[in-house]
């Protein structure tokens, strides 16, 4: 038998040992645990009209795109659904990828070269610092949310830059200084890409969008990514922007033009979600006004929770240890939380991941508050 795997068997023991093994959760079509785990802030995952979107488009359409963007992969359904979404976060253009994680690959890749200088929060999301570590360009990762490091950075650089920051940060729930970090960029003739995935649908009028409601969606020097698995129910991505900038990644971005196109089933639920979101926009307002309750609530415990900025809250544990017994005992009682560990948090910074959703009750609240306090 070979053993040029056995390098494996240690590395999984380590991993056991320090508490990071991972094991999916196979999750059942009538579980009727409370999630607060997943990110369907707005709901619309089962929506009626949502569904029936996806279901028409893949009757219509098939149920794969059949090919790249370039090639095949392209249908009408894409193309409404990149102007639909341009025009609702107020952008100029909009391009659609297979997912968030290959949208983000996309922008911070396409907008940069080997001259030029990413300046990246140090909370971003893996699919930016992935993108940063496959750029050829120069890499500065600064303190989190801090304006004046990112000012330091630009004044010594003589050349194009780039800084990457999400708009709400994926595990903490708090917010970029958005309107700051423009006017650094503005002062140094950087370029600024923000990841919306946790704050479309969840901020801003209509839940239009972090960008958005900063006044900055549709600036020249301003690049938006965002995800269409969120509060829009459905999958994939979307890079947001000038309509050159879209032009560009057309011509160059190797996550569009080498993988296979989004779903028409997919284009078809984002399409519908939009729909949704653009006829009742309480939505947005509701998913906010949940997420503060369940703050409000979990603080008036005891426990040390930050107000949230979007849909995402954050609690944190002792180890890796105890965010796995404490998830698994919120699990026994019948309401399904986050756990991250490291790497998908820094070290020393395990913790539980809530998130809000539109159409939580009242009830689930406090019931969900009693149950993550009770088995701390």
Same mark, same amino acid.
């Given at each position: 038998?070979? #053993?040029?795997?056995?390098?494996?068997?240690?590395? $999984?023991?380590? /991993? %056991?040992?320090?508490?990071?093994?991972?094991?999916?959760?196979?999750?059942?079509?009538?579980?009727?645990?409370?999630?607060?785990?997943?990110?369907?802030?707005?709901?619309?995952? /089962?929506?009626? !009209?949502?569904?029936?979107?996806?279901?028409?488009? +893949?009757?219509?359409?098939?149920?794969?795109?059949?090919?790249?963007?370039?090639?095949?992969?392209?249908?009408?359904?894409? *193309?409404?659904?990149?102007? *639909?979404?341009?025009?609702?976060?107020?952008?100029?253009?909009?391009?659609?990828?297979?997912?968030?994680? #290959?949208?983000?690959?996309?922008?911070?890749?396409? &907008?940069?070269?080997? @001259?030029?200088?990413?300046?990246?929060?140090?909370?971003?999301?893996?699919?930016?610092?992935?993108?940063? /570590? &496959?750029?050829? +360009?120069?890499?500065?990762?600064?303190?989190?949310?801090?304006?004046?490091?990112?000012?330091?950075?630009?004044?010594?650089?003589?050349?194009?830059?780039?800084?990457?920051?999400?708009?709400?940060?994926?595990?903490?729930?708090?917010?970029?200084? &958005?309107?700051? $970090?423009? !006017?650094?960029?503005?002062? =140094?003739?950087?370029?600024?890409?923000?990841?919306?995935?946790?704050?479309?649908?969840?901020?801003?009028?209509?839940?239009?969008?972090?960008?958005?409601?900063?006044?900055?969606?549709?600036?020249?020097?301003?690049?938006?990514?965002?995800?269409?698995?969120?509060?829009?129910?459905?999958?994939?991505?979307?890079?947001?922007?000038?309509?050159?900038?879209?032009? =560009?990644? #057309? !011509?160059?971005?190797?996550?569009?033009?080498?993988?296979?196109?989004?779903?028409?089933?997919?284009?078809?639920?984002?399409?519908?979600?939009?729909?949704?979101? %653009?006829?009742?926009?309480?939505? +947005?307002?509701?998913?906010?006004?949940?997420?503060?309750?369940?703050?409000?609530?979990?603080?008036?415990?005891?426990?040390?929770?930050?107000?949230?900025?979007?849909?995402?809250?954050?609690?944190?544990?002792?180890?890796?240890?105890?965010?796995?017994?404490?998830?698994?005992?919120?699990?026994?009682?019948?309401?399904?939380?986050?756990?991250?560990?490291?790497?998908?948090?820094? @070290?020393?910074?395990?913790?539980?991941?809530?998130?809000?959703?539109?159409? $939580? #009750?009242? !009830?689930?609240?406090? %019931?969900?508050?009693?149950?993550?306090?009770?088995?701390?």
């Amino acid at each position: 038998m070979s #053993t040029v795997f056995d390098w494996i068997d240690g590395r $999984l023991e380590q /991993r %056991r040992r320090a508490g990071l093994h991972r094991t999916p959760r196979v999750r059942r079509a009538d579980d009727d645990a409370l999630d607060l785990a997943g990110n369907d802030y707005l709901g619309l995952t /089962r929506h009626p !009209q949502v569904v029936r979107g996806a279901v028409r488009a +893949a009757r219509e359409w098939g149920t794969g795109s059949t090919g790249s963007r370039l090639v095949t992969g392209s249908t009408q359904l894409h *193309r409404d659904l990149e102007e *639909r979404l341009a025009g609702f976060c107020g952008a100029e253009s909009a391009l659609v990828f297979s997912s968030g994680y #290959t949208a983000n690959l996309a922008a911070t890749n396409a &907008l940069t070269g080997s @001259d030029t200088l990413i300046v990246s929060d140090r909370h971003n999301h893996a699919s930016l610092i992935d993108g940063c /570590r &496959l750029s050829r +360009a120069e890499v500065r990762i600064v303190p989190h949310r801090d304006v004046a490091a990112v000012h330091e950075v630009l004044s010594g650089h003589d050349g194009p830059a780039l800084v990457v920051t999400e708009s709400v940060f994926s595990v903490d729930g708090d917010t970029a200084p &958005l309107r700051a $970090l423009h !006017q650094a960029c503005r002062e =140094h003739g950087a370029a600024l890409l923000v990841d919306d995935a946790h704050g479309l649908g969840t901020t801003g009028p209509r839940g239009a969008g972090a960008l958005h409601a900063a006044g900055l969606a549709h600036e020249p020097d301003v690049v938006v990514t965002a995800t269409l698995s969120k509060s829009l129910g459905s999958q994939g991505g979307a890079v947001l922007g000038p309509h050159r900038v879209i032009q =560009h990644l #057309t !011509q160059t971005a190797r996550t569009f033009i080498f993988d296979t196109g989004l779903a028409p089933s997919c284009a078809g639920a984002a399409l519908a979600a939009l729909d949704v979101l %653009r006829a009742e926009p309480e939505r +947005a307002e509701a998913v906010r006004n949940t997420a503060s309750a369940l703050h409000d609530g979990l603080a008036s415990s005891g426990l040390p929770v930050r107000r949230p900025g979007g849909a995402v809250l954050s609690l944190p544990a002792d180890s890796p240890e105890h965010a796995v017994a404490w998830a698994a005992r919120c699990r026994d009682e019948g309401v399904v939380v986050g756990c991250f560990r490291p790497p998908s948090v820094p @070290d020393s910074s395990s913790r539980l991941r809530l998130t809000s959703r539109a159409d $939580l #009750t009242h !009830q689930d609240v406090t %019931r969900a508050v009693k149950v993550i306090a009770a088995v701390r």
